[in-house]
């Protein structure tokens, strides 16, 4: 096959795969489930208590911190969703990741709220990320898998959740800390 052929090959059966999965939203994830609620709800009520307990006068870094990890698990879900290890079976739309709900809210509000709390408390975050980290990986996706909402498949599990957690989550704090250093080193060398 050819350049041209291996790319209209390309385009053919990504329309086919895009047309099942609308068919499939359509016919078991839309609005009219209690599994699209679900998932609405997992999306926005981590971003209503964000709301009403995020410290201002740090929103910055915190949001920073926050982004990152949404980033970071945004990637690596569409990269297991894409060869099919970890598979959200319920989701808000055909058109965003099917985990969008969980990588755009849920584990970034989660670990942010801990990162804020740890850092205005003075505790010790590495250990509150190891609990945390267990938590969503051991708990949240056990009931999400419990539930029908996600599948593990190719030998996907609940410990690779928790370390792919910890590697973003630690990934996230030391961009975090490094970002905090340029600002101070820049800030001084301004006075």
């Not at 201002?56 to 297991?80: D, M, P, Q, S």
């Not at 989550?169 to 250093?181: A, D, G």
Request: charged letters at 15%; hydrophobic letters at 50%.
């Amino acid at each position: 096959m050819d350049y041209k052929e291996y790319w209209n090959q390309i385009f053919k059966e990504s329309e086919e795969l895009n047309s099942l999965i609308h068919s499939y939203w359509n016919q078991y994830s839309h609005f009219g489930t209690w599994q699209f609620w679900v998932v609405v709800s997992l999306l926005i009520i981590p971003l209503i208590l964000l709301y009403f307990t995020v410290d201002r006068k740090r929103i910055f870094e915190i949001f920073f911190f926050g982004y990152t990890v949404h980033i970071l698990w945004t990637y690596a879900g569409i990269a297991l969703e894409r060869y099919g290890y970890f598979v959200h079976t319920y989701f808000m739309s055909p058109v965003f990741p099917f985990s969008i709900n969980m990588s755009a809210s849920a584990l970034p509000v989660g670990f942010l709220l801990v990162y804020q709390y740890c850092t205005n408390q003075n505790k010790n975050f590495y250990i509150y990320t190891l609990l945390i980290s267990a938590f969503f990986a051991f708990v949240v996706t056990s009931i999400e898998q419990y539930i029908g909402l996600l599948e593990f498949r190719k030998g996907m599990n609940h410990l690779y959740i928790f370390l792919i957690d910890l590697v973003i989550v630690l990934t996230s704090y030391w961009f975090t800390r490094i970002l905090l250093k340029i600002k101070r080193s820049v800030m001084a060398a301004d006075l």
